[in-house]
């Protein structure tokens, strides 16, 4: 069955340290892999995507993922992490080519950081 | 940008009550998403639409119905709410051609 393991529940980091948060998926071929973040009270905001091709990926705010076959993982980075950054963030796999573009989403990483 | 908007931010509703969650899309998205968020579970998917009258029942389905009478409005629909449907329901929509789902900002239902 398909499933994603985001095994940190929270992360407290220092601002201006670096950040790698864990994404583990487990699917029969190579899926589709999000990354959305949210911030308290909102939605989800898409952070990156990879879908083929280079397997270090660039999103928005300064985020980067690495997609590791061999590991099936696809960990979130970022250099520098600034106070904003605090949320919680969802990894996510969907089926390629699938019809109805169903997402599974991993249980959430919830960060703090400290100033 | 898309926008995917929650009508109702904040409810709170009797047990028992019927209780009703819009959402609508503006980019003409042919498939639409209720998932519901609770901590430490993640999202878990209710229903989804992928056209027009046509839905189909995600992981926990129980307990809700939905309706799609037209493209851009997907409603979530708990016929008798529980205590146990408090929780934060999210609305998502993407493209049948595309693969990145975007997501309303979410609507927060407390029972009591």
């Known amino acids: 069955a398909q499933s994603v393991t985001q095994p940190d529940i929270h992360i407290t980091v220092s601002e201006g340290a670096s950040l790698e948060l864990r994404c583990n998926y487990s699917?029969?071929?190579?899926?589709?892999l999000f990354w959305y973040v949210q911030s308290p009270g909102q939605g989800l905001q898409l952070l990156l995507k990879?879908?083929?091709?280079?397997?270090l990926v660039q999103g928005i705010k300064g985020f980067e993922a690495e997609f590791k076959r061999s590991q099936s993982s696809f960990n979130l980075r970022k250099p520098s992490v600034h106070w904003s950054d605090a949320a919680e963030y969802f990894c996510a796999v969907g089926a390629p080519g699938g019809a109805t573009n169903k997402l599974i989403f991993g249980t959430g990483t919830l960060l703090a950081v400290q100033p | 940008d898309v926008k995917v908007t929650q009508s109702s931010r904040y409810l709170v509703k009797r047990t028992g009550e019927k209780v009703f969650l819009e959402c609508v899309q503006d980019?003409?998205?042919?498939?639409m998403f209720w998932y519901r968020q609770d901590p430490g579970l993640g999202l878990r998917l209710i229903y989804f639409?992928?056209?027009?009258?046509?839905?189909e029942k995600g992981d926990i389905p129980e307990g809700y119905s939905v309706s799609r009478e037209k493209k851009e409005r997907f409603s979530l629909i708990l016929e008798s709410a529980s205590t146990n449907q408090t929780s934060m329901y999210l609305c998502?929509?993407?493209?049948?051609?595309?693969?990145?789902?975007?997501f309303g900002e979410g609507s927060w239902l407390t029972v009591v």
């Open positions: 639409s992928y056209d027009v009258k046509m839905k």
């Open positions: 980019m003409d998205h042919e498939n």
């Open positions: 990879y879908f083929s091709g280079d397997t």
């Open positions: 699917y029969g071929a190579t899926p589709y």
């Open positions: 998502a929509s993407t493209a049948s051609s595309g693969n990145t789902i975007y």
